[in-house]
């Protein structure tokens, strides 16, 4: 426990860690801009051609923002420290070093959890507000139907803080972190996107983005990511990118010079 309150302590002592949560958070505004615009769009379009109109759900879009910012906070939780040479005295402090992890990656993932509810469910009742019945009725859908998805969606931010966790112990450097981050936000589903079938279906359905969707076994049909896998394999890829990092990059601490 007081491994526990040190991490606490430490994280909301800086200042990156509360904008890192503003950002976040700043995921909503990005999606009240996309409903509104939509919503304006829909409005001025000629009525024959509203029927034919689609619209993503704003929410599955725009949780790219918390989790690319709970990402490279729970990576400068790691390399920040080492850089600074704090991180040695964590870890002299407490000299089996895996407490320290396990406690920043408490502290991390609650933050994470925290921001990905607030942004994907104030998103998703915002856009019921602005687009209410346009395009379909995608909105109009019960929330109770739309809930299982909407909190595995919310899950995939806690899941990047923990991977941007266990990238910076791993690599040890911010950058390096950062771009592992980007690199599975945008870089690898893009790539998987255009590759030839059938490998652009099986790349893209163990991407993040595609996870949440297939765990609560909603329809994908007109998503960029794969839809192959079953609810328990897409519920243990998702766990497997936090806690894979995360565990490579325990043992790792424990044998390297801090």
Same mark, same amino acid.
């Given at each position: 426990?007081?491994?526990?309150?040190?991490?606490?302590?430490?994280?909301?002592?800086?200042?990156?860690?509360?904008?890192?949560?503003?950002?976040?958070?700043?995921?909503?505004?990005?999606?009240?801009?996309?409903?509104?615009?939509?919503?304006?769009?829909?409005?001025?379009?000629?009525?024959?051609?509203?029927?034919?109109?689609?619209?993503?759900?704003?929410?599955?879009?725009?949780?790219i923002?918390?989790?690319?910012?709970?990402?490279?906070?729970?990576?400068?939780?790691?390399?920040?420290?080492?850089?600074?040479?704090?991180?040695?005295t964590?870890?002299?402090?407490?000299?089996?070093?895996?407490?320290?992890?396990?406690?920043?990656?408490?502290?991390?993932?609650?933050?994470?959890?925290? @921001?990905?509810?607030?942004?994907?469910?104030?998103?998703?009742?915002?856009?019921?507000?602005?687009?209410?019945?346009?395009?379909?009725?995608?909105?109009?859908?019960?929330?109770?139907?739309?809930?299982?998805?909407?909190?595995?969606?919310?899950?995939s931010?806690?899941?990047?803080?923990?991977?941007?966790?266990? @990238?910076?112990?791993?690599?040890?450097?911010?950058?390096?972190?950062?771009s592992?981050?980007?690199?599975?936000?945008?870089?690898?589903?893009?790539?998987?996107?255009?590759?030839?079938?059938?490998w652009?279906?099986?790349?893209?359905?163990?991407?993040?983005?595609?996870?949440?969707?297939?765990?609560?076994?909603?329809?994908?049909?007109?998503?960029?990511?794969?839809?192959?896998?079953?609810?328990?394999?897409?519920?243990?890829?998702?766990?497997?990118?936090?806690?894979?990092?995360?565990?490579?990059?325990?043992?790792?601490?424990?044998?390297?010079a801090?």
């Open positions: 426990m007081n491994t526990l309150a040190s991490e606490w302590l430490k994280i909301r002592s800086v200042r990156s860690t509360y904008l890192n949560l503003v950002l976040s958070m700043g995921g909503i505004l990005l999606g009240l801009a996309v409903a509104w615009t939509a919503a304006g769009m829909y409005d001025s379009a000629p009525p024959h051609r509203r029927p034919q109109a689609a619209l993503a759900e704003v929410e599955e879009v725009v949780v923002v918390p989790q690319l910012c709970m990402g490279i906070l729970g990576a400068l939780a790691f390399t920040s420290e080492h850089v600074s040479g704090m991180l040695k964590s870890f002299t402090v407490v000299p089996r070093r895996w407490p320290v992890l396990m406690a920043k990656s408490v502290v991390v993932g609650l933050l994470g959890l925290l @921001a990905g509810t607030i942004t994907v469910f104030g998103t998703h009742f915002l856009c019921r507000l602005v687009i209410g019945d346009r395009f379909s009725g995608i909105y109009t859908t019960p929330v109770f139907e739309r809930l299982p998805t909407l909190v595995t969606t919310s899950l931010v806690p899941v990047f803080a923990l991977l941007g966790l266990g @990238a910076g112990a791993i690599l040890r450097s911010t950058a390096g972190a950062v592992t981050l980007v690199g599975l936000a945008y870089v690898i589903p893009m790539i998987c996107g255009n590759l030839p079938e059938p652009s279906e099986r790349l893209g359905s163990v991407m993040i983005g595609g996870l949440p969707r297939q765990i609560t076994q909603a329809d994908l049909t007109n998503s960029v990511y794969g839809s192959l896998l079953p609810p328990w394999a897409a519920a243990i890829i998702m766990i497997a990118y936090a806690a894979v990092p995360v565990t490579v990059g325990t043992l790792l601490s424990c044998r390297r801090a």
